[in-house]
Nanobody, 117 residues
Framework: QVQLVESGGGLVQAGGSLRLSCAAS????????IGWYRQAPGKQRELVAE???????NYGDSVKGRFTISTDNAKNTVYLQMNSLKPEDTAVYYC???????????WGQGTQVTVSS
């Protein structure tokens, strides 16, 4: 089992920045890809950014150039640095860890990000 705990959400004005953190514990060796998804009210959950165990990154089109994903392997933590935030970035952000041998997804409880205009 893997546990994912997010932190760092909050309220920020448009143009501002936030950094989200996701601390992983348990059988973290089983995770091949870790990243962030978000879900706004009335919308489907969408990929924000993910990073593979090999360091390859993938970003959603709407955040490219503004958000950066990174990891601290010593702390088993993944970060999402969010710059130039827009009101449309408002959503609950979920940390995701994927086990590829059976495509099983672990999820955190989510953290709210609200961007005011």
């Amino acid at each position: 089992q893997v546990q994912l705990v997010e932190s760092g959400g909050g309220l920020v004005q448009a143009g501002g920045s936030l950094r989200l953190s996701c601390a992983a514990s348990g059988s973290t060796f089983s995770i091949n890809t870790i990243g962030w998804y978000r879900q706004a009210p009335g919308k489907q959950r969408e990929l924000v950014a993910e990073i593979s165990s090999g360091g390859d990154t993938n970003y959603g089109d709407s955040v490219k150039g503004r958000f950066t994903i990174s990891t601290d392997n010593a702390k088993n933590t993944v970060y999402l640095q969010m710059n130039s935030l827009k009101p449309e970035d408002t959503a609950v952000y979920y940390c995701n860890g994927r086990r590829e041998y059976d495509w099983y997804d672990y999820w955190g409880q989510g953290t709210q990000v609200t961007v005011s205009s």
